[in-house]
């Protein structure tokens, strides 16, 4: 919202949106993080395969997952900073148009 309550602050909004963006980065690091301590993991239980497979199944999974979780919010972030972007350019177009119906 602006400062009266009505529209929306680009400023904050192209700020949220880069938080969001950040996050997704996040997603994954902790998605090749992950991935590769399940790999550890199975590895060390090669003489158990049920072990191993398990922890590779439940590692595809979760990194699918997480790999999923993360274009959503890589997506929501694009979204929000174009989103703000349109609205600075809404504002000063109507400013524009404004400011010449005043000045004449």
Same mark, same amino acid.
């Given at each position: /919202?602006?400062?009266?309550?009505?529209?929306v &602050?680009?400023?904050?909004?192209?700020?949220?949106?880069?938080?969001?963006?950040?996050? %997704? @980065? =996040?997603?994954? &690091?902790?998605?090749?993080?992950? @991935?590769?301590? /399940?790999?550890?993991?199975?590895? %060390?239980?090669?003489?158990? /395969?049920?072990?191993?497979?398990?922890a590779? &199944?439940?590692?595809?999974?979760?990194?699918? @997952?997480?790999?999923?979780? @993360? #274009?959503?919010?890589?997506?929501?972030?694009?979204?929000?900073?174009?989103?703000?972007? #349109?609205? =600075?350019?809404? *504002? *000063?177009?109507?400013? %524009?148009?404004?400011?010449?119906?005043? #000045?004449?």
């Open positions: /919202m602006g400062a009266d309550g009505v529209g &602050d680009p400023t904050s909004a192209e700020r949220s949106g880069g938080e969001v963006e950040g996050l %997704a @980065q =996040r997603y994954t &690091d902790i998605s090749t993080r992950f @991935q590769t301590e /399940m790999l550890l993991l199975s590895d %060390a239980s090669w003489s158990e /395969m049920p072990v191993v497979n398990g590779l &199944d439940y590692c595809a999974d979760v990194v699918g @997952q997480l790999t999923a979780l @993360q #274009a959503h919010t890589s997506t929501l972030g694009t979204s929000a900073v174009e989103g703000a972007a #349109a609205a =600075r350019r809404a *504002d *000063d177009e109507i400013g %524009a148009g404004l400011g010449s119906i005043y #000045a004449a």
